[in-house]
């Protein structure tokens, strides 16, 4: 029982993750990080369309959705670990490169 538990942890450990990636319409760009598919395409959504009553809402022009390296990610989810932020950028701009999700 024990090698199934530690097998399950293990495949969540190497499953994708996946990056909203938005530009508003100053240029600037947004980015959350850490989802699963599904929960990408609904945050994509609704930064698309945003749901009625949403407090908070920054029209954006183009989002992509980015598949992540499963155990390296430049976005570092959150912590503050210098070499993730000096590679952060390049990612961004590759990230901006490729086919968008949506774009207005
Ligand atoms: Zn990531």
Request: aromatic content about 10%; proline content about 11%.
């Amino acid at each position: 029982m024990a090698g199934e538990a530690n097998r399950h942890l293990r495949d969540l450990a190497a499953a994708p993750h996946y990056h909203v990636i938005a530009q508003n319409h100053e240029g600037e760009l947004i980015y959350s990080d850490g989802f699963t598919w599904p929960r990408a395409h609904g945050f994509a959504a609704d930064l698309i369309s945003p749901p009625a009553g949403a407090p908070v809402y920054e029209p954006v022009r183009t989002v992509w959705i980015v598949q992540g390296e499963p155990l390296w990610c430049p976005l570092a989810h959150g912590d503050n670990i210098p070499a993730d932020e000096q590679a952060a950028p390049g990612f961004l701009d590759q990230v901006v490169q490729q086919q968008p999700y949506w774009s207005a």
